[in-house]
């Protein structure tokens, strides 16, 4: 093989599971006569070798007729393009440096999505206004960096083709919120701050502040619908007792209901259809750089022993529990975690 290295990372991506993934599949066997609409990113190619998308998707594309629901133009019988100029390969196929397979804009031809009904997806959007995009910071530069979500960390080099002088590589992992690297990727994503303040006769008013670090996209993006990302919000008493206010998970993983509502950064799903067919769901997601604050209240005694420390955790979890469910599917194999977490100590009462 001709680009072992690239194969071999392009094997543990997403895009090399773009038609076979579970969760893509309940979707699609429920998007009835939308299912061209799905096909267009998920199954751009169908040549032998290529799993739906694959190494042709990218390198032959030469522009798109928008930038949303995968409209790429292809010249497939034209060079191979990339980022190198000089032709070390020219056996197999010619080589073109392009631009375009360079850009933003072609990653965001299949990750901008409108429509139907309320299937939308909006990372291009949120880059082209982020302060990555200011920055001249693209998608490769963080999703096919060696140390994914950094674009300043150093490519190793090697040989691109069989053969082939040695250059600086680019990750064709594609690390994004489903790949086994996810953490790595959202590592430093975002920031929590508890703020305790007044005492308001059983109950303490309690602030907690979620900070987008993204630069480049909103918190959670690409398929909100898909994602979770919540603030859990625990109390620990005088006996060292922790209490569930909000956010807790049973441990089959489902949502705990018994406790007052949690903060939802994505756009739950119970019913798969209204994908497809109803109106846009509410958006709470965080803009890159953004932040926002929820209030609660937390008791100030538990049984009689009183509150001394308050925190909260913003947590993720790649495919929402609630669209599971309603799609038949069993739990995510895939734990969630936790993008950032913080406590704050109660002042005895006066």
């Not at 850009?103 to 999505?113: K, Y």
Request: proline fraction near 7%.
């Amino acid at each position: 093989m001709c680009h072992r290295a690239q194969a071999d990372a392009f094997a543990s991506s997403r895009h090399a599971r773009a038609t076979t993934n579970e969760l893509f599949q309940a979707l699609r066997a429920r998007s009835g006569a939308q299912r061209g609409f799905c096909d267009g990113c998920h199954a751009q190619h169908t040549a032998e070798g290529e799993r739906g998308v694959g190494c042709v998707t990218c390198h032959t594309a030469i522009g798109n007729r928008g930038t949303s629901n995968a409209r790429l133009v292809h010249d497939e019988n034209g060079p191979q393009r990339g980022p190198f100029a000089d032709a070390v390969t020219t056996q197999a196929h010619g080589s073109a440096r392009s631009e375009f397979v360079l850009g933003s804009t072609l990653c965001g031809t299949c990750h901008e999505v409108e429509g139907p009904g309320a299937f939308t997806e909006t990372p291009h959007t949120e880059w082209s206004s982020s302060p990555a995009a200011r920055q001249n910071i693209s998608c490769a530069d963080c999703h096919m960096s060696p140390r994914p979500g950094d674009p300043r960390a150093t490519r190793a080099r090697g040989a691109a083709a069989l053969d082939g002088p040695a250059r600086p590589l680019a990750d064709h992992s594609f690390v994004g919120v489903d790949h086994p690297r996810a953490a790595e990727l959202l590592a430093d994503t975002a920031a929590v701050e508890v703020r305790v303040g007044a005492r308001t006769g059983q109950a303490l008013a309690v602030e907690v502040t979620v900070r987008n670090r993204n630069l480049g996209h909103a918190l959670p993006s690409g398929a909100r619908f898909a994602r979770e990302a919540w603030v859990e919000i625990v109390a620990r008493d005088a006996l060292g007792r922790e209490h569930s206010v909000s956010g807790a998970l049973y441990d089959r993983g489902a949502p705990v209901t018994e406790t007052p509502a949690r903060v939802d950064l994505g756009e739950v799903v119970t019913d798969p259809r209204a994908l497809f067919e109803g109106p846009a769901l509410p958006h709470h997601a965080i803009p890159a750089g953004g932040e926002r604050a929820f209030a609660y209240s937390v008791p100030a005694a538990w049984e009689g022993s009183a509150t001394v420390a308050v925190r909260a955790r913003l947590r993720f979890r790649r495919n929402a529990w609630a669209l599971r469910a309603a799609l038949g599917l069993a739990a995510d194999t895939a734990p969630p975690f936790d993008l950032a977490t913080a406590t704050a100590t109660v002042a005895p009462s006066p």
